[in-house]
């Protein structure tokens, strides 16, 4: 069965670079969420997209921001990036109406050096 | 399929009762991990087990793993109401480091 998926898989970039993270939901699922997880740390929460708009909001910073596309997929935006955003993303589909359970991708390790 | 499914994928018990989660992964793996989430929001880790253990408790929790079978469960014990939530399996893959999340167990107690 598809999977979420994420690009890239692993991203290495410089402080103060921009970075973009790639997340293709489920097929027919319509809600995106994603996940910042540090270090030793649980996976928190960043925020979330139903039907291209955005449905709740986590801890994101404001340096990031987020947008759902008109095929579903979703790109994580990360300016000005500090060594402290060095964790590995998450993203995760769900079908609303459906069963509620979200299906998370492999993430994106980012490394910022 | 996906790496970490857990099955069943939904679960509803009566208060009391035991519930118990499957999870199985395809990959070799350093680690295994537990996870809760309420109202789909941040993940809340509930117990780790490395590929050297067989079993690990913690309160009502009872986690076991099987490398031979790659599989493991967990057993919530009298269970409460509180502990409906999304329960999460996740490994991480022994040769990146990767963690794979799997679908979730949605467990609904009734009072």
């Known amino acids: 069965a598809a999977g979420v998926i994420q690009s890239p898989r692993h991203l290495i970039k410089e402080k103060r670079e921009t970075a973009t993270l790639k997340c293709y939901p489920i097929p027919r699922h319509d809600t995106v969420y994603w996940y910042q997880q540090g270090p030793g740390q649980d996976p928190q929460f960043l925020i979330s997209f139903y039907e291209k708009m955005q449905s709740d909001k986590g801890s994101i910073p404001d340096r990031f921001s987020a947008q759902q596309f008109s095929d579903y997929h979703s790109e994580l935006n990360m300016s000005s990036l500090e060594l402290g955003d060095s964790a590995l993303y998450f993203c995760?589909?769900?079908?609303?109406?459906?069963?509620?359970?979200?299906?998370f991708g492999p993430g994106t390790r980012l490394t910022v050096t | 399929s996906q790496q970490g499914e857990e099955d069943p994928q939904a679960l509803s018990i009566q208060e009391g009762e035991n519930a118990t989660m499957n999870c199985s992964y395809k990959?070799?793996?350093?680690?295994l991990q537990w996870y809760r989430q309420n109202s789909g929001r941040g993940l809340v880790h509930l117990i780790l087990?490395?590929?050297?253990?067989r079993e690990k408790h913690s309160g009502r929790l009872r986690v076991t793993l099987d490398t031979s079978k790659k599989s493991s469960s967990l057993l919530i014990t009298a269970s409460r109401a509180a502990d409906t939530a999304s329960y999460f399996c996740?490994?991480?893959?022994?040769?990146?480091?990767?963690?794979?999340f799997g679908a979730g167990t949605r467990l609904t107690v009734k009072p």
């Open positions: 995760a589909s769900s079908l609303v109406g459906g069963s509620y359970e979200q299906y």
């Open positions: 087990i490395r590929s050297n253990e």
């Open positions: 996740a490994t991480d893959d022994d040769n990146n480091n990767d963690m794979r």
């Open positions: 990959t070799s793996i350093n680690n």
